[in-house]
């Protein structure tokens, strides 16, 4: 792992020094979606920096340039093979910071729905590609999970050393007793995926704290483009009325390439046992993790798969304020509630049913 993922190379962005960018990163997060869905980037160049940063690229490493113009060259032969999709010869050539550079550009439009168009590609294939990877990975999840722990504890606790505003943190692995209960507490628990294995929970000083947290947490540690849209959701604050009430991030709001008059989106429910009084922004991301003398950890020919050095691990994130935080823990809203009502669902499920558990508590 990369020592220096541990050091606040990047500046914390207060909300009146928001750019675009962190506004679409904050939408993203809070109201969920995809970034297959945008039409552009809108990032500077010191931002395309911090972002291939944040997805722990080195672009001087030749190992890791090596993997980004593989899976380019992927991403070009796909989009020629199955859409007829031509890529100019500049875009083909392009390296990540200019295909990123392009698809922000205000200039030829065409450039930049193509430079577009491929990072999707990209960004799909790389994902697919590390997945596979991960198959013949001679680590274990639990030596990754110790790996993302150690960078994300030492991110957090520098932040608070420097007195950003985080006020409490705490989570890591979730114990197999606890996953074996809210398995059983879904409809369908066979088919039930877990993407709280890894789970972290951010408490900030004050409501305006958290968009600059989540800001900076996704420029240092998890990127915005591998957060799952249909994981996050926002119970904290509506994201189009905040940003109203803020001079700055009302200026940005308008320059979003999404409809203004939309509705906010129907956020979806975070746990069929939570109370509806809980709020909290929630997300899940891939997290990038750089593996050090990684052609050693596969298990391959050298071909299948191809060694790569950066692989990921889900990660769960929940932020909210201390004022929240502490209306939570009070009354039908705790955790201490929250587990009862889980726990007594499943006890029922377990020893009569659902048909039996519902008729007892209607008769």
């Avoid at 080195?58 to 090596?66: I, N, S, T």
């Avoid at 450039?111 to 997945?131: E, G, P, Y």
């Avoid at 520098?158 to 059983?184: C, D, H, I, N, Y």
Wanted: net charge neutral.
């Amino acid at each position: 792992m990369d020592p220096n993922r541990s050091k606040l190379r990047e500046p914390y962005r207060s909300l009146d020094s928001f750019t675009l960018s962190d506004v679409e990163t904050a939408c993203l997060i809070l109201r969920g979606g995809s970034v297959l869905d945008w039409s552009r980037l809108n990032l500077t160049p010191p931002e395309i920096e911090t972002l291939c940063a944040a997805h722990c690229l080195d672009l001087d490493d030749p190992d890791d340039a090596a993997l980004v113009h593989r899976i380019r060259d992927e991403a070009i032969a796909y989009l020629g093979e199955q859409f007829d999709f031509p890529i100019p010869g500049p875009i083909r050539r392009a390296t990540l910071p200019e295909l990123l550079a392009m698809s922000s550009a205000s200039g030829s439009r065409h450039r930049r729905l193509c430079a577009c168009t491929l990072l999707k590609a990209m960004h799909v294939i790389n994902h697919f590609d590390a997945s596979e990877a991960r198959q013949s990975l001679k680590l274990t999840e639990h030596e990754l999970f110790e790996l993302a722990e150690d960078a994300i504890y030492r991110t957090i606790s520098r932040m608070m050393a420097e007195r950003l505003p985080v006020v409490e943190f705490w989570g890591g692995r979730k114990q197999r007793s606890s996953m074996v209960t809210k398995l059983l507490s879904k409809e369908d628990p066979l088919s039930a995926q877990l993407f709280d294995k890894m789970r972290f929970r951010v408490v900030t000083a004050t409501k305006d704290d958290v968009m600059p947290t989540i800001n900076f947490l996704s420029r240092t540690l998890f990127p915005f483009n591998y957060v799952l849209s249909s994981e996050s959701y926002n119970t904290l604050f509506p994201f189009q009325a905040f940003c109203a009430e803020h001079p700055r991030l009302a200026a940005l709001t308008g320059q979003l390439d999404l409809d203004p008059a939309a509705a906010e989106p129907v956020q979806p429910a975070s746990n069929a046992h939570s109370s509806p009084r809980y709020r909290v922004v929630h997300w899940v991301v891939d997290m990038p993790l750089k593996l050090d003398d990684y052609r050693s950890k596969f298990d391959t020919d050298g071909i299948n798969p191809v060694p790569r050095p950066i692989v990921y691990v889900r990660v769960e994130l929940q932020i909210l304020d201390r004022r929240t935080h502490r209306v939570n823990e009070r009354g039908h809203a705790s955790h201490r509630q929250y587990k009862a009502r889980q726990r007594g669902f499943v006890s029922d499920r377990l020893h009569v049913g659902l048909s039996g558990a519902e008729g007892e508590e209607t008769s």
